[in-house]
C-alpha cells in the first residue's frame, strides 16, 4: 500500500506545510480548502518556504521546482481527493467540522484510500465512526513547523487495521520525519505532556514568579527544550491552545487542564500568538520562521 498520491485539505499553518514535505518526497499532491482563494495563498506559503531553503543552502532549485510542480490546488473536496491514497485532513479542531469532512471523503474516494487526521488532541475513534471505513482512519499528528519539525505522531483509533499503520509509517518515513506510534487518548502523549507544562507556565506568569522570557529561557537551557512552552504557545495559537485545554480538562477530568485565566482573557483580547504578532511575545514578520 503505497501513499504516492496525497490529498491536503486545509491550506492553513499546518496544511501546507504537510503539503509542502509530502511533494518534496516526491508525492503528487492537492492542496484544498474552502475557497481556491484560501488554497493559493498556502500554495504561495509553500513556494516562500522553498525559496527561503534554497537561498539558505538546504536545497536545490531543482528540488524546489520539481516540488512546486507536483502540488495542484483545489476549493473542491470531493473532486480532489478523488484519486489520493492518502488524505489528510488538517482543519481546525471542531470535531463537527472534521466528520463533516470524513462523511463527504467516505464517499469521494477509494475504497483503499486511508484518511488521517492531523487533530492535535481530539479523538480518532471517534471519527473512525464518521466513515464506512473505520479501519482505514488513523490520525498523522504533525508538529509546527512541519518542513522544520521531525516529528510525528501516529495515532492508532480502536479500529485502525495495522497495514494501514504501517503505510502510514512508510509515508511518514518518506517525507524525513521520525514517527511515534501511540494509541488513541485525550491528548495522546505530545499534546498531553506539551498542553500542561504549557498551561503551568502560563499560571507562573499569572502568577508573578517569572516573567514569559526568563520562564522559557530556564527550560531551553535548564532542560534543553529547543523551545520554551510559552513561545511555543505563540507559535502554535493561543487559541488552539485554548481549545485543547478546554478539550483535555473536559474528558480527564483533572484540574492540571483547567485553561488558566491569562489564556482566556487573552484570546478574548485577540492575543493569540504569532498569527496576529501579539501573544506572550510581540512577532515581527518572518519571526519562528
Known amino acids: 500500500m503505497e501513499c504516492s498520491i496525497v490529498a491536503v485539505v486545509g491550506a492553513g499553518t499546518m496544511g501546507h506545510g504537510i503539503a509542502q ?67 489528510i485532513e488538517a482543519v481546525p479542531e471542531r470535531p463537527d467540522l472534521k466528520a463533516a469532512i470524513f462523511r463527504t471523503l467516505d464517499t469521494a474516494v477509494a475504497d483503499a484510500t486511508i484518511l488521517a487526521s492531523n487533530t492535535s488532541s481530539l479523538s480518532i475513534t471517534e471519527l473512525q465512526r464518521a466513515t464506512a471505513r473505520p479501519g482505514r482512519v488513523l490520525g498523522l499528528h504533525f508538529f509546527n513547523p512541519v518542513h522544520i519539525n521531525r516529528l510525528v505522531e501516529v495515532v492508532r ?87 485543547i485545554a478546554r478539550y483535555l480538562h473536559a474528558k480527564l477530568g483533572s484540574e492540571a487542564f483547567r485553561p488558566p485565566a491569562i489564556l482566556e482573557r487573552m484570546v478574548a483580547q485577540g492575543l493569540l500568538g504569532r498569527k496576529t504578532g501579539r501573544g506572550f511575545y510581540t512577532w515581527t514578520e518572518g519571526d519562528g520562521s
Open 21 to 87: 514535505i509530502a511533494a518534496v518526497a516526491g508525492c503528487s499532491v492537492t492542496l484544498i480548502d474552502e475557497t481556491r482563494t484560501l488554497a493559493q495563498r498556502g500554495m504561495d506559503r509553500i513556494r516562500e518556504n522553498l525559496e527561503g531553503a534554497v537561498a539558505r543552502g538546504k536545497i536545490d532549485a531543482a528540488t524546489r521546482d520539481s516540488a512546486l510542480a507536483r502540488i495542484a490546488v483545489s476549493d473542491d473536496l470531493a473532486a480532489g481527493a478523488a484519486s489520493a491514497h492518502l488524505v
Open 157 to 243: 483509533g480502536a479500529d485502525t487495521r495495522d497495514d494501514v499503520v504501517e503505510a502510514s509509517l512508510a509515508f511518514v518515513r518518506r517525507a524525513g520525519k521520525e514517527p511515534v506510534v501511540v494509541r488513541d487518548s485525550p491528548g495522546f502523549a505530545t499534546s498531553r505532556l506539551g498542553v500542561l507544562l504549557g498551561l503551568e507556565a502560563m499560571r507562573m506568569v499569572e502568577e508573578g514568579v517569572a516573567s514569559a522570557e526568563d520562564i522559557d529561557k530556564a527550560m531551553e537551557l535548564g532542560y534543553r527544550h529547543p523551545m520554551g512552552p510559552l513561545r511555543l504557545t505563540d507559535l502554535v495559537g493561543l487559541d488552539v491552545r485554548l481549545d
